[in-house]
């Protein structure tokens, strides 16, 4: 290290006032990552063109455009494709990769039997038409949407009405929405389509931030708020790791301090509000009379609360606005009528997060700190009685709504048109301002486009000017990077292996023509979403079967190729729901609030976790589950569920040994196990080797072999010997099938049976996708 530097180094270590350095610290960074030597941009920066489809050898294998891109690199290293899979193997596969379940042996008999010519196109139409669809395709984007159903930090309030933007990314997958439509509603939809609460839910993702209500820096909470949206667009949406020129110019792609804030000048303005009146339907109607309910019979206690409030609200809320910050406090005690941009933000956050509860503990403060000035007896008579009532009020506890919402959130702009300004902040640190920016698209991949913002009476029209951007045919990532994740959810792996980061430190796509192909069909098609699964799900390459070769190892060890379908471990829901649709108990409804299955018995996590006893809201698909950032649900957690805490791009594939004792030791999944028995016997009838071919039909969407036949029986056998070698006095308990019109002769040969249906859905056939 040179000298100079090396001085530089230690005096910041030390904290010197070096000269140096402390003018470096008024001045933004200025040097940029320089381009390729070619001087062209990074290849992903670059526009979207359409390729040339290559000519093949094997040309009586290629169903689409795509089958060409792939078999001309198959070709290349001298190897050909995997002949198609099997038909039964195939619709386990598509099903499970479209609707994130088996398929019942039913559906797999009507396939493996249809002789028509259009038998795929029929089949991958019926999956792409289901409800099951938009569910399944929802649990993709609300991963990156960082989507849970509580705020985070040490508080983890509920946020009672957000399940409304999961169900409304539900709705637009089962309705094809264009992408382009589904990103702009979700970026502007109350600029766009203000009044539409169809539409204004959809802002819910930009909503979705952890958030710490107790938060004393506003101006703070302000920057971190419009931080975590900003990186959230450059993960979810762009591919890019904008996230990291916060603090500095990037140091592998072209993206500067200066494009970074830019970026978030567009949501300067933004706010949220989270208590607007929702269209009253039957959920609303329900929760409305139970919520009527619970306010009529705690009528006198909650008036006597209110009016003990009313009498400190000046004290506590000025006790209130005295603990913010120097800056905040600035704008909080400054006259309306001089309020600017920033000011109204400040203070309509204060004044969401200053509730009723708020103001009592304010209460319960001088009540109990003998040198506050308004520590008093009368106020020592106020809190004590406060707490009497509180108290009471546990009596009607059971009475209040415990799920759903009235109201619903969504983005605003506090009804002006002028932004609060955007500073480029040294080191990423908001409290050391440098030169003003505005709302400008990121140098690099521009284009040379600039934002077109048209304000209107009551917004910025800044976030409608960046969503047209982000979906414009002149962008080279939006379509490019939503693609690649659809191609990395059949295939394991995505054309850019590193499906957030198309950069310089991302990987290299191992096909670009095919992505630049897939990317301008997408386009040309109206982004429409549908109709590149449907092309995906009917070529050949994902027809392809999944057996093992030794050449394609040699040659293609990661099998970038893809000569051969790559096998997939079922993610967390897929496991859950698939056990639940197989043990006959997976209830179908479509959205709605989410739901509190029971918790393990030694997880107490007290009023955070309210379980539910109705086996209607227990048994529905995992993406209805509340998603507590505090208390993840721990059977997805232990198959890796994804972290909320910001946009998860891409599930990890663990195998670890809890993984496996989980299933083995798990109450819920040995009760599935008895319900899958008990469907098994009412289904199979009292043949033994028909149960265990029904068995087979319903988890693997095959029929056992000679060799599993045999084996499967001698377990029975053994096992029934175990089992009745416990006795003691004749008096022993047993797990038997469960499930209506389940009646068996032989209780210790059932219980045997369970035993041997647990067993078989352990295996890793069940929870791998071949």
Known sequence: MKKPLRKAYFALLLGSSWAPLALAADQPPTETAPRAATGRPHWAYQPVR????????????????????????????????????????????ATLDVWGLIPEPEDVAAFVNDSSPDAYETLVDRLLASPRYGERQARRWLDLARYADSAGFQGDVTRPNFFRYRDYVVQSFNEDKPYSRFIQEQIAADEIAPGDQKALVATGFLASYTDNPNARDLIGRKYQITTDITDTIGTAILGATVGCARCHNHKSDKITQKDYFSLQAFFANTAFDEKLPAAKGEQEIE?????????????????????????????ASAFYKERYNPDARASIFKPKS???????????????????????????DIANDAQSPDHTPEAIAKWAEYQKLTEELKKFEKLKPTRGADTFTAATELGHSDAPPTHIFFGGNHERPLDEVQPAFPEAFANGETPVITPTATSSGRRTALANWLVSPNNPLTARVFVNRVWNEYFGRGIVGTVSDFGKAGDKPTNPELLDYLADDFIRGGWRI??????ILLSSVYRQSSAHREDVAAADPE??????FPRKRLDAEQ?????????????????????????????NVGPAWEASSNPHEINRRSLYIFARRSVP?????????????????????TTTPLQALTLVNNDLVFQWSQALAGRV??????????????????????????????????FLDEHEKLIASKATEGKFSIAVPTGEDVKTSDPIRASAFVDLVHTVANSNEFIYRF
């Open 50 to 93: 359409r390729p040339e489809i290559p000519d093949v050898a094997n040309t009586s294998w290629t169903r689409s455009p795509i089958d060409s891109f792939i078999l001309t690199k198959i070709e290349a290293a001298k190897l050909a494709p995997s002949p198609s899979a099997e038909r039964a193997a195939f619709i386990r596969r």
């Open 287 to 315: 929760y409305q009379k139970a919520l009527a309910k619970y306010q009529t019979a705690a009528k006198d206690i909650l008036d006597t609360q209110k009016a003990i409030i009313e009498q400190i609200r000046e004290k």
């Open 338 to 364: 001089e309020w600017n941009a920033l000011d109204r933000w400040v203070n309509y956050r204060a004044d969401t997060v200053t509730d009723q509860p708020a103001l009592a503990n304010y209460l319960r």
């Open 530 to 535: 549908k109709k590149l699964h449907r092309q």
């Open 559 to 564: 099998n970038k190729l893809l000569a051969v």
């Open 575 to 603: 496991i859950r729901d698939s056990f639940l649709l197989a043990s006959g108990r997976l209830e179908k409804g479509l959205g709605g609030p989410a739901v509190f299955p029971p918790l393990p018995a030694n997880l």
């Open 633 to 653: 649900y721990p059977l997805l957690e232990t198959f890796d569920l994804n972290n909320p805490q910001q946009a998860h791009s891409k599930r990890d594939v």
């Open 681 to 714: 016997i009412h289904e199979a009838g009292a043949s033994e080797s028909a149960r265990v071919e029904r068995l087979y039909q319903i988890l693997f969407a095959r029929n056992p072999d000679d060799y599993e036949r045999s084996a499967l029986k001698d």
